[in-house]
């Protein structure tokens, strides 16, 4: 009788056992969730759009310039009317002019940094006429202040258009240490007229009757500034 116990008792455990094992296997082994993947938020500085890019052949535009109504279209820039309130006020020389400039229309170079500056307008004289092929010689600094006194690096010369306008694509010029404005110098000499030497200013350090009205268009600027001058 006790075998039979036995038996029966054994028999019981292991049909517990299997049974156990059974639902184990069928039950359903809960997902868990997980959560989406966030990217971490971009810690790098952008390069600034006002960097003129290494690998442009800036230097090989320039060689050829363009017409000027094909440049003011190109651009996207319209001239307003011409005003003449004033002869343009003549300035100091400075001890930095160099002459016999290449004629280029475009002082940019390859690799060199900056935020560009596309400076447009007429030149006119006293009776608000505009002066076709009227000379202007342009030297400044670059964007740390250093002018070429070797060189010519931002400097060239170009003639007016038959309607009087010109345009030069240059930089912003920076500030160096004797001299804490920012400023371009130019020559202006009228095709029979007289030469006048003065500078260009921009809003945030401005001189009456000198300053050049900026329009920003992102990643450069566009200046305007009409010459006023004695024929």
Known sequence: MKKVFYIVFAISIITTACTSATETLESP??????????????????????LIPTGT???????TPVPSDDFFTQNGITLPAPACNALTQPQ???????????EKHSLLEEGMTGTRLILVGYVLDQ?????????????????????????????????????GRYYLETILPGLYSSRPIEHIHVKVRPEGGT?????????????????????????????YFNFVVQK
């Open 127 to 163: 009776n608000c006429q505009p002066l076709p092929n009227a000379s202007l010689d342009f030297w400044q600094v670059d964007a740390n202040g250093e002018y070429d006194n070797v060189g010519y690096r931002l400097r060239g010369h170009q003639f007016t258009d038959s309607q």
């Open 29 to 50: 082994i809960p997902l868990q969730s997980t959560p989406p993947v966030v990217p971490p938020a971009s810690t790098s500085t952008p390069e600034p759009a006002s």
């Open 92 to 102: 100091t020389e400075g001890p930095y002019y160099t002459p016999n400039t290449p």
């Open 195 to 223: 030469e006048i030497t003065s500078q260009l200013y921009f809003p945030d350090r401005p001189i009456e009757g000198l300053t050049v009205t900026l329009e920003y268009r992102g990643d450069y600027l566009v200046g």
């Open 57 to 63: 052949d800036a230097a090989a535009v320039s060689a």
